[in-house]
């Protein structure tokens, strides 16, 4: 049995996408655009009135009110699916993150120790160039 995610279920997709080609898909936008065309032609002159509640919007373009409705539409889809993008994000990144985790050991890089910073050396050696001379051996 072929899990979805399974590298030849992935391969059967591609093979049935190249026989069917993309000519296939532009057939289908072609046949949606000349049905918007269609209607936009035959309807041109028609009007509407819009109740929205709170006020009624007279002699309204039919086509502009499809239009206009098909593109709130589209942006509402895309506002709703932002969270469900955010969502399928964050998990990918930390399935990834523990994968990562899982097979590299973390690195441990030793520091050298020393003078951390400058302030907590005497005032007079960090801003004077003059080095004591060295002991005679």
């Known amino acids: 049995m072929l899990d979805r995610f399974d590298r030849q279920s992935d391969r059967s997709r591609r093979e049935?996408?190249?026989?069917?080609?993309?000519?296939?898909?532009?057939?289908?936008?072609?046949?949606?655009?000349?049905?918007?065309a269609l209607f936009s032609f035959l309807n041109s002159s028609a009007r509407v009135t819009l109740?929205?509640?709170?006020?009624?919007?007279?002699?309204?373009?039919?086509?502009?009110?499809?239009?206009?409705?098909?593109?709130?539409?589209?942006?509402?889809?895309?506002?709703?699916?932002?969270?469900?993008?955010?969502?399928v994000r964050d998990t990918l990144r930390d399935h990834a993150r523990r994968a990562r985790s899982e097979f590299l050991p973390p690195v441990s890089i030793p520091i050298a120790p020393g003078p951390t910073y400058p302030v907590d050396l005497?005032?007079?050696?960090?801003?004077?160039?003059?080095h004591p001379p060295e002991p005679p051996p």
Not at 61 to 86: E, K, N, P, T
Not at 122 to 130: A, C, I, V
């Open 122 to 130: 005497p005032r007079e050696k960090t801003l004077s160039t003059h």
């Open 51 to 87: 109740d929205v509640g709170f006020t009624e919007l007279y002699q309204i373009s039919l086509v502009g009110l499809v239009f206009g409705s098909f593109l709130l539409g589209m942006i509402a889809m895309f506002l709703f699916g932002l969270r469900y993008d955010r969502k």
């Open 16 to 36: 049935e996408a190249l026989r069917t080609g993309p000519g296939l898909r532009w057939a289908g936008v072609a046949v949606l655009v000349l049905i918007a």
